[in-house]
């Protein structure tokens, strides 16, 4: 049972926009920063975002990130083949003194 | 930037291993270091963590007493010291730069099976 609770999995047709949930509590995400990481098969996890809304600068403008309370969002917009992969949320634990992931979510394109 | 780790294997249950984590395109004893490791069901899980200078290491409660994270910043190396290793252990291991709150750098990963 992950600390931070994402759905299993999501899908889109290609061109789509879509939204992954990541749901935690006031020692998490409610007090720190998220940061959001892209696993395509068969490599390691990427950053995606930090600092709740930041990009990398290598990363695409369509994948954006949001927060509020104790919940954050990653959206990806024009959906494409290519963006099939696992996306994992992750923050700061005050209570556990650790840093805590998401069980990750599979996003398919259909 | 780029971070390669090496190091795991199989192991029985009991004995131990040392990843190592060779970086390079940055300033290594400018950045915290961690390891991060991915179950086999998928989960990710952090690890450990050190500062610059190598003087504070923190660790997850389950490795905690057995694990040792440690680094040379004169040879630009981060080693993880795995002793009294558990089934549970098993995982993909991976070496991550700790930047801003976040993992931003991610090494391939390297393999360990205990059993």
């Known amino acids: 049972q992950s600390v931070l609770t994402q759905p299993p999995s999501v899908s889109a047709a290609p061109g789509q926009k879509v939204t992954i949930s990541c749901s935690g509590g006031?020692?998490?995400?409610?007090?720190?920063?998220v940061s959001w990481y892209q696993q395509l098969p068969g490599t390691a996890p990427k950053l995606l975002i930090s600092e709740d809304n930041k990009r990398p600068s290598q990363i695409s403008d369509r994948f954006s990130g949001s927060k509020s309370g104790t919940s954050a969002t990653l959206a990806i917009t024009g959906l494409q083949t290519g963006d099939e992969a696992d996306y994992y949320c992750?923050?700061?634990?005050?209570?556990?003194?650790?840093?805590?992931f998401g069980g990750g979510t599979r996003l398919t394109v259909l | 930037v780029q971070l390669v780790d090496s190091g795991g294997g199989l192991v029985q249950p009991g004995g131990s291993l040392r990843l190592s984590c060779e970086p390079s395109?940055?300033?290594?004893?400018?950045?915290?270091m961690c390891w991060v490791r991915q179950f086999p069901g998928g989960g990710l899980e952090w690890v450990a963590t050190?500062?610059?200078?190598?003087?504070?290491?923190s660790y997850v409660d389950s490795v905690n007493g057995r694990f040792t994270v440690s680094r040379d910043n004169a040879k630009n190396s981060l080693f993880l010291q795995m002793d009294s290793l558990r089934a549970e252990d098993t995982a993909i291991y991976y070496c991550?730069?700790?930047?801003?709150?976040?993992?931003?750098?991610w090494g391939r990963g390297t393999l360990v099976t205990v059993s």
């Open positions: 991550t730069r700790g930047n801003n709150w976040a993992f931003d750098q």
């Open positions: 050190i500062n610059p200078d190598g003087t504070q290491t």
């Open positions: 395109g940055f300033t290594f004893k400018t950045y915290w």
């Open positions: 992750e923050a700061h634990d005050d209570s556990l003194n650790a840093a805590v």
């Open positions: 006031s020692s998490n995400i409610g007090t720190h920063f």
